[in-house]
């Protein structure tokens, strides 16, 4: 028989919305939490966080009747989990276009604010640098950066965030040289107010690699509009000799600006970058090799025969052994093979995270079975095999993260 395992919810509006960076409500003492994991889900009555101790026990996670710790009256809308990230068991998470706190878990039952950071202008968290990150500093961009007329490139802010005080240690600017041409539509006219984006930042060695796309308007709205591949490859940290990288093969620098990221470095430390081609809506993969700053103008990895991110834009993960996961799909980027349809071995169904997670060598994601039920699904790359674990209630309607919370 299922048991629920849900913790309490907290009166988040009153006690988080009262706080501010001049008065913080930090409690004095933080209780340790005995949950270890957490799975983020939204249904048609708000946002919703769901903890269990273990994620492969038969259990049923449901926010049903007031369960589950309720999100949805301190973030202005439910996709904000697209700019939140979990690290070392504690929640990073923009709200309100400047304000950005830090939540914990206490005593199993309760989510607080234990601190927070106000930005004097503009900021939602954008891609978080996690091979640089550290337990008390969180390498870190917004959004977007500003637009330098006079200097023709994107200002990007790096952010060096120190976690034991939620003050920042130093932030460095990178700037990204903006094309010196207007991109123009298919009619040959030109785009309103076309603008950069960063899809990924990563640090390699003594090398940042920002990948980044180009959106633009007309009278259907904002889009996609280049068809390039744009990567700009500077020294890290002092961002000096800089250059940009172009591909026409496989369209732009894949992913939005959101906290997932689309990159990943394999055994060899070569670095793949995911592109898509924005008129067939199909994915490729590029790749940097391990101690160089070009393309390598004789590998790409074409992947418009399979439906990656078909329902959402989830995290890529290294899996290791010359593996790596792009939803649905398992891959062998080095050798271009797809070693396994996870949606097959599940037993039908798609995935449905934007943040999955690894632990002990072992992939963590959720999937929304073809009977329109969602299961926690462990994946083992040494023995390419799946396992069943917790059932999330067939009410949500998005699950954005599958977090370890210590």
């Given at each position: 028989?299922?048991?629920?395992?849900?913790?309490?919810?907290?009166?988040?509006?009153?006690?988080?919305?009262?706080?501010?960076?001049?008065?913080?409500?930090?409690?004095?003492?933080?209780?340790?939490?005995?949950?270890?994991?957490?799975?983020?889900?939204?249904?048609?009555?708000?946002?919703?966080?769901?903890?269990?101790?273990?994620?492969?026990?038969?259990?049923?996670?449901?926010?049903?009747?007031?369960?589950?710790?309720?999100?949805?009256?301190?973030?202005?809308?439910?996709?904000?989990?697209?700019?939140?990230?979990?690290?070392?068991?504690?929640?990073?998470?923009?709200?309100?276009?400047?304000?950005?706190?830090?939540?914990?878990?206490?005593?199993?039952?309760?989510?607080?604010?234990?601190?927070?950071?106000?930005?004097?202008?503009?900021?939602?968290?954008?891609?978080?640098?996690?091979?640089?990150?550290?337990?008390?500093?969180?390498?870190?961009?917004?959004?977007?950066?500003?637009?330098?007329?006079?200097?023709?490139?994107?200002?990007?802010?790096?952010?060096?965030?120190?976690?034991?005080?939620?003050?920042?240690?130093?932030?460095?600017?990178?700037?990204?040289?903006?094309?010196?041409?207007?991109?123009?539509?298919?009619?040959?006219?030109?785009?309103?107010?076309?603008?950069?984006?960063?899809?990924?930042?990563?640090?390699?060695?003594?090398?940042?690699?920002?990948?980044?796309?180009?959106?633009?308007?007309?009278?259907?709205?904002?889009?996609?509009?280049?068809?390039?591949t744009y990567v700009y490859v500077c020294d890290y940290p002092d961002l000096t000799n800089g250059k940009m990288l172009k591909d026409a093969r496989g369209g732009f620098a894949?992913?939005?600006?959101?906290?997932?990221?689309?990159?990943?470095?394999?055994?060899?430390?070569?670095?793949?970058?995911?592109?898509?081609?924005?008129?067939?809506?199909?994915?490729?993969?590029?790749?940097?090799?391990?101690?160089?700053?070009?393309?390598?103008?004789?590998?790409?990895?074409?992947?418009?025969?399979?439906?990656?991110?078909?329902?959402?834009?989830?995290?890529?993960?290294?899996?290791?052994?010359?593996?790596?996961?792009?939803?649905?799909?398992?891959?062998?980027?080095?050798?271009?093979?797809?070693?396994?349809?996870?949606?097959?071995?599940?037993?039908?169904?798609?995935?449905?995270?934007?943040?999955?997670?690894?632990?002990?060598?072992?992939?963590?994601?959720?999937?929304?079975?073809?009977?329109s039920k969602w299961f926690v699904f462990e994946y083992d790359p040494a023995t390419n095999?799946?396992?069943?674990?917790?059932?999330?209630?067939?009410?949500?309607?998005?699950?954005?993260?599958?977090?370890?919370?210590?």
């Amino acid at each position: 028989m299922k048991h629920n395992r849900i913790l309490a919810c907290g009166a988040l509006a009153l006690a988080l919305l009262a706080s501010c960076k001049d008065s913080p409500d930090v409690p004095e003492t933080v209780e340790k939490i005995s949950t270890e994991y957490s799975v983020w889900v939204t249904s048609a009555t708000g946002s919703y966080l769901l903890t269990t101790d273990n994620l492969m026990k038969d259990t049923l996670l449901t926010p049903v009747g007031n369960k589950g710790i309720d999100l949805s009256a301190y973030l202005p809308a439910a996709f904000y989990a697209v700019y939140a990230y979990n690290h070392e068991g504690k929640f990073y998470v923009s709200n309100n276009g400047t304000r950005f706190s830090q939540l914990e878990i206490q005593n199993n039952a309760t989510l607080k604010e234990t601190d927070n950071y106000a930005f004097p202008s503009n900021f939602f968290l954008g891609k978080v640098l996690k091979d640089v990150s550290t337990k008390d500093e969180l390498v870190m961009t917004k959004t977007a950066g500003t637009f330098n007329e006079a200097k023709n490139v994107l200002e990007q802010p790096i952010y060096f965030m120190n976690l034991k005080d939620m003050t920042l240690n130093k932030t460095l600017n990178v700037d990204i040289p903006f094309l010196k041409y207007a991109p123009l539509k298919p009619d040959k006219t030109p785009y309103t107010n076309p603008y950069m984006v960063p899809t990924s930042i990563t640090v390699r060695g003594n090398k940042l690699f920002v990948g980044h796309k180009y959106r633009g308007t007309d009278v259907s709205g904002s889009m996609d509009i280049s068809d390039t591949t744009y990567v700009y490859v500077c020294d890290y940290p002092d961002l000096t000799n800089g250059k940009m990288l172009k591909d026409a093969r496989g369209g732009f620098a894949a992913g939005h600006w959101e906290v997932q990221t689309l990159t990943f470095m394999d055994d060899n430390n070569d670095l793949y970058i995911v592109t898509k081609n924005r008129i067939a809506s199909t994915y490729g993969l590029i790749r940097i090799k391990s101690g160089e700053t070009e393309i390598d103008k004789d590998y790409f990895f074409d992947l418009k025969d399979y439906n990656v991110f078909k329902n959402s834009t989830a995290q890529v993960q290294k899996l290791g052994n010359g593996k790596a996961y792009l939803s649905p799909y398992v891959v062998d980027p080095a050798n271009k093979k797809v070693i396994a349809d996870l949606r097959i071995l599940v037993g039908g169904g798609e995935s449905k995270t934007t943040m999955n997670f690894m632990e002990n060598g072992k992939l963590y994601d959720v999937f929304k079975t073809d009977a329109s039920k969602w299961f926690v699904f462990e994946y083992d790359p040494a023995t390419n095999s799946v396992k069943r674990g917790a059932e999330i209630d067939p009410g949500i309607t998005h699950v954005y993260h599958v977090n370890k919370l210590k």
